[in-house]
């Protein structure tokens, strides 16, 4: 990478707000979380920055806001002039907000908006936004043979999907699903479905539903106030299907950003547990990944609701998961999973919920249930110090001023536990290998320069924590056909020293912060989790296996594979010298990226 981009982003960065997520005042959430009219590319959850059409994507206020400079791409030029130049931090403040997971909040007084402020915001022309960061052309429609027709290219053993990609050859996309797919008759004969999202679009969404299902009802559960959640109902009254249930989000800072599927067809239940928000460009040219469930039956009539549960509990923490809502609209969703079989689940369930909990409830939520899933059903194998652990993510949150704050203390010890002897610390042999794009991936990824506003590192965190760059992979996917298509997919896993093995694979919606993981505090008698996470742990005994093999040849996929479909290529490699973290509210003017455009944010 050039050097001159490498010193704007080490030597010369600034910065007016120095607080670390620790001391987040108690101030009204979602307010701090209002964009200033002037903000650019809009931010989803993860933060993307989502491209979508007229009808806005809804996701927090903040991330909706950072959308408009990739609307408008910058050209190349050989001497970018100086007027180049980004605003000043007191403008950019908002920028470090839109991140789901980057809990260091601009400075809160500012963030108070007056009456006088929201009508600007809130006019017509901030809602019509252009279709896509490339211009009214960038998306391509799927040709016909995109899709598939059958599910003998699924291999079922483990149930972990990526996304189709559209733009990379088609045995890559063997065996991938499409939201279209899953939402088709080949899974079920849909009756109704619960939608758990952060960010939707939803003229959108129902477009992919099929025609003959396009009407039945649809429950939405997002993390929408004020504004963003008027919009949001607003966008919706073409569609009288849809409802809504707002989760409550009592701790500032945090985010509804679970997303899950509950879909309810004449032939059973099926809960499909993913990465993507229901924005179009989630599903375009990002790399992401989903567990689908089997078809769940119904159980015969009279059954007790504890009925049909799996080996490993699934029911049952689902249910607790649902009901940590304490939501109305939920309520005939929870009875109606309490009539089906579940039984058939491999998988284990790890969520967030907001909240500070303390006794047995700490290991209900976040790290804390990982780990007491990894004490409990993993056992120790042989050089365990040398088993690497593996984290891969698409957002970073505030971790403090060096690695023992939080990263490298009760997270590392958490990802190291194997078997119930754990040791009281992580050996120091063992190595945390954490993937994140680099610049360079972003600029030459399909999307180009824009795929980084659905990574949403800030300046403002990362001149913070320099020490975590050094744990910096950079994401390398050939295995997969994805190293082009950025990740919007977080996983996490304990990988053998010759990356053959894994002791355990988790896929998730929880990004590498503390509001998505939760934190220790009260002299570790206390957890505080900020925001709803979800995803799907992984452990060989539930298999019948002692680790799984790290499959080979993940695409075409073949229903005879044992391996596990890890999406990027092991070992991962470590940045170079030249390679810095994207960081996507700073500008990148030295080179174009893959459709002749620098970012430059507003």
Same mark, same amino acid.
């Given at each position: ?69 990739q ?116 899974f ?10 952060y960010?939707?679009? @939803?003229?959108?969404?129902?477009e ?8 039945k ?54 809960? @499909? ?9 989630d ?8 567990w ?10 009279g ?52 909240g ?8 209900k ?75 360079e991936?972003?600029?030459?990824s399909l999307?180009g ?9 800030? @300046? ?14 950079g ?45 220790l ?82």
């Amino acid at each position: 990478m050039d050097k001159g981009l490498a010193d704007s982003q080490h030597g010369k960065w600034t910065i007016s707000d120095s607080e670390d997520e620790d001391n987040i005042p108690p101030t009204p959430q979602k307010d701090s979380n209002k964009p200033k009219p002037k903000l650019s590319p809009k931010r989803n959850e993860d933060n993307h920055s989502v491209k979508e059409p007229s009808a806005p994507a809804m996701g927090s206020e903040a991330r909706k806001a950072a959308h408009v400079n990739q609307t408008i791409p910058v050209k190349y030029e050989s001497n970018p002039s100086p007027s180049v130049k980004r605003k000043r931090e007191t403008e950019e403040a908002g920028w470090n907000l839109s991140s789901s997971d980057d809990e260091t909040p601009a400075p809160a007084p500012k963030k108070e908006p007056k009456k006088s402020d929201v009508n600007p915001k809130k006019k017509k022309t901030e809602d019509k936004r252009p279709p896509s960061p490339h211009g009214t052309s960038y998306y391509k429609e799927e040709p016909a043979d995109f899709f598939e027709t059958n599910l003998l290219s699924m291999n079922d053993m483990y149930r972990f999907y990526l996304n189709k990609v559209t733009g990379i050859p088609k045995k890559f996309n063997t065996g991938a699903l499409h939201i279209k797919e899953i939402l088709s008759p080949m899974f079920g004969t849909l009756k109704e479905s619960v939608q758990f999202n952060y960010c939707f679009d @939803i003229p959108w969404m129902v477009e992919q539903y099929p025609p003959e299902f396009r009407d039945k009802p649809v429950i939405l559960v997002h993390g929408e106030k004020r504004e963003s959640k008027a919009r949001l109902i607003q966008q919706a009254k073409p569609y009288p299907h849809i409802r809504f249930c707002q989760a409550k989000l009592d701790i500032a800072f945090g985010t509804h950003h679970t997303k899950m599927m509950l879909l309810w067809y004449e032939e059973g239940f099926r809960v @499909i547990i993913l990465t993507s928000n229901l924005i179009r460009a989630d599903w375009y040219q990002k790399t992401q990944g989903m567990w689908m469930s089997p078809l769940y039956p119904r159980l015969p009539e009279g059954s007790p609701g504890t009925a049909g549960e799996s080996p490993t509990n699934f029911k049952s923490d689902l249910l607790e998961y649902l009901e940590a809502y304490r939501a109305p609209e939920l309520a005939e969703c929870i009875d109606r999973i309490k009539q089906h079989d579940l039984s058939e689940t491999r998988v284990y369930l790890i969520g967030s919920t907001p909240g500070r909990y303390q006794g047995p409830a700490m290991e209900k939520w976040g790290h804390l249930r990982l780990r007491k899933l990894l004490s409990e059903h993993t056992k120790p194998v042989q050089n365990e110090e040398r088993w690497h652990v593996l984290g891969q993510f698409s957002s970073i949150g505030s971790m403090g001023l060096d690695k023992t704050k939080w990263l490298a203390a009760e997270f590392q010890r958490t990802l190291t536990t194997l078997g119930k002897a754990g040791k009281s610390l992580a050996s120091p042999e063992t190595q945390m290998l954490l993937v994140y794009p680099s610049v360079e991936n972003v600029r030459t990824s399909l999307e180009g320069y824009p795929a980084g506003g659905s990574l949403p590192y800030s @300046i403002q965190t990362a001149q913070k924590q320099l020490w975590l760059h050094s744990y910096f992979h950079g994401w390398h996917a050939d295995v997969t056909g994805r190293s082009n298509a950025m990740p919007h997919i977080k996983t996490y896993m304990r990988v053998s020293p010759d990356f053959t093995q894994l002791a355990w694979f988790l896929v998730t919606s929880a990004n590498l912060s503390k509001a998505a993981w939760g934190a220790l505090e009260k002299n570790n008698t206390q957890v505080m989790v900020r925001s709803y996470e979800l995803g799907v742990l992984y452990l060989p005994s539930a298999f019948n296996m002692s680790t799984f093999p790290v499959e080979k040849n993940v695409f075409p996929a073949s229903s005879s594979s044992k391996g596990f479909p890890v999406p990027f290529d092991l070992p991962p490699q470590h940045y170079s010298s030249k390679e810095q973290p994207w960081i996507w509210n700073i500008p990148y003017t030295q080179a174009p990226d893959t459709h002749g455009n620098v970012w430059v944010p507003s």
